[in-house]
């Protein structure tokens, strides 16, 4: 009985790369405030945001179809939680990496948002510039190391504690929605599996309007205000550490509540 399949591996790879990119879309804040171009970098992070949403679509289907893929002698309920574990674990491993690549991509994103504006908001424009020997000379040079200097400043009084509690709960129910959902539909009479799997939908949308109130607006002000010298970089620094810790924890925090968020999207399924 072969727990790791090829689909497996495909689905786990193509969520490492998207995690990845939702971990990076963070530091375009502070890119923005480095060069002072924050509706760009919004633009930009807006842009990245987008291309994660839609490629956790796409994921949808691939994972739901490992149902179809569950050996006949083994025990279907097990055997996906237990793949579907690996893919939550996966996330947070997505998370670390776009943690270690974090002050890279704050250079990187630095020069895309000035060419971003340069090129009048063209984002395939910026991209294809890109795609030579120089242009990947000159990403490549933007590579570092992650360093405890980047802390240096930080403290429990800079770091914004209730987003920290938000954002956990945010990145754990984004982390679940969608196979919590696909899990619920083997819990749940036939007649209900439909229902359970387009519960998911209602999951990531609850997610996605408490980061609409509570994160997306203190984040925009907060640079604006870092732009203006109307507050401190290092607030900014703060919350960008907030953000990508806590999305860290909630992903970690899901294996908790993976399995009793499958049972509330069943009853939930069988109640409307």
């Not at 689909?7 to 995690?19: A, M, Y």
């Not at 974090?102 to 395939?124: D, K």
């Not at 990403?139 to 800079?158: A, E, M, N």
């Not at 929605?177 to 209602?202: C, D, E, W």
């Amino acid at each position: 009985m072969e727990l790791i399949t090829g689909k497996l591996i495909i689905i786990s790879i193509f969520l490492l790369i998207v995690t990845m990119i939702e971990t990076l879309a963070y530091s375009t804040r502070i890119s923005g405030a480095r060069v002072k171009l924050i509706a760009t970098a919004l633009s930009l992070f807006g842009t990245l945001i987008i291309v994660s949403r839609f490629s956790t679509m796409i994921h949808q289907p691939l994972t739901a179809k490992l149902i179809a893929e569950v050996p006949k002698d083994a025990n279907t309920l097990l055997f996906i939680e237990e793949q579907y574990r690996i893919l939550i674990s996966i996330t947070s491993i997505g998370v670390v990496l776009g943690i270690l690549l974090f002050p890279t991509f704050i250079n990187i994103f630095s020069r895309a948002i000035v060419q971003l504006s340069n090129e009048r908001g063209s984002v395939v424009s910026v991209f294809f510039k890109q795609l030579n020997a120089k242009g990947i000379r000159k990403v490549w040079k933007c590579f570092t190391l992650p360093r405890f200097s980047y802390l240096k400043g930080i403290t429990l009084k800079t770091i914004p504690k209730r987003l920290f509690v938000i954002n956990v709960i945010i990145s754990a129910v984004f982390t679940v929605g969608v196979i919590s959902s696909i899990y619920a539909s083997l819990l749940v009479p036939t007649k209900y599996g439909q229902a359970a799997l387009m519960s998911s939908g209602i999951i990531n949308g609850i997610a996605t309007i408490l980061l609409s109130l509570f994160i997306d607006p203190k984040s925009s002000v907060l640079a604006d205000r870092v732009v203006k010298d109307q507050s401190v970089y290092i607030y900014l620094k703060s919350y960008s550490l907030t953000m990508v810790s806590s999305k860290l924890v909630g992903t970690v925090m899901a294996q908790l509540l993976f399995i009793p968020a499958a049972y509330y999207v069943a009853w939930f399924a069988k109640w409307i």
